[in-house]
């Protein structure tokens, strides 16, 4: 019996315009292409290839990406993301210090020949919905708390314009009619399966309504996750260790590009600790060990997440007693 062998790669470096695709033809020969980041060029290009024969790994650019990794899925071609970081460090192990679109391909094309990374699992159309409305959400919160902080400033000025500041008034009441009516579409979006699991992250005491909509649609309800050490890996908030010979030291948490759902994690930290039983005999015990009240905190949010993922994976809301009734799974 033959045995199957592996789809070609095609690496894809992705640019606001334009798409860089590097590939072996049939003949085993590199070739370089450039196609147009719009949907008629993705298209075409994909008709003269078979999903049977090559799949696809792109780099990760936010909305530039979307485009051609939806429209890859939909024609069923196998499809990875990977962190623009992964290929920095790889053509430093590579030691290649060239840098254009056509090398930056090859090099992702190279990283997916070595790694085969995972296929990329899709959003819901409902958590894709609900992903843009909390990214605007998210906007508009920053708008309006940029502007209080320019409109508090004005005011100290001896000589005040009533006009800049009726001006700077008006926005900031548009900025809170905006706010409310994308808080009224969230639930809209919601389906009972959703939810279900936000109930469930939310019986845990420190997450409230905002951190758990923004862990939902981030994580797709942690389906994407088989355990709690990937999720928290995710997020940035792993220690990191380093030992060489008789030197070992933490030198911090492994960062992320999730900065914006850290900072919901540490501000949940703040009531966690307080009012969470688990959470504060971690940050009480951190302490009394001489740590900084700062890495006790992030610890804590480390704590919270592995509890997330527990409740969410058991299907059982949190309880004071939770170790005795069910695993967290790591």
Known sequence: MMTKLPKKVIGVDVGAKILTMSFQDSNNQDQVCNIENNQRSILSFLKKISSDDYCLVIEATGNYSSRILHLSLGKRFETSLINCMSVKHFARMKNIIAKTDAEDAKLIRLYGEMFRPENYIPKSTEIEYLDQEIKLLNDL??????????????????????????????????????????????????????????????????????????????????????????????????????????????????????????????????????????CKELYLRLLAKGKPKKLALIAVCNKLLRICFGVVKNRIKYQQDYQKNFKILT
């Open 141 to 278: 919160e920053e708008e309006k708390r940029r502007y209080a902080v320019k409109l508090k400033a004005l005011r100290f000025n001896p000589y005040l314009n009533p006009n800049t500041e009726k001006h700077y008034e008006r926005r900031l009441k548009q900025l809170e009619k905006e706010i409310k009516e994308v808080e009224l579409r969230l639930p809209q979006l919601q389906d009972e399966e959703f939810k279900e699991v936000k109930d469930l992250i939310q019986s845990v005491s420190g997450i409230g309504e905002k951190t758990s909509l923004q862990l939902m649609t981030a994580t797709s309800g942690f389906k994407n996750f088989d355990s709690a050490k990937s999720l928290v890996k995710y997020f940035g908030l792993a220690p990191r260790i380093y030992q060489s010979g008789k030197k070992s030291y933490s030198p911090g948490k492994c960062r992320t590009s999730k900065t914006h759902i850290r900072s919901l994690l540490y501000v949940c930290s703040w009531t966690a600790m307080k009012h969470n039983v688990h």
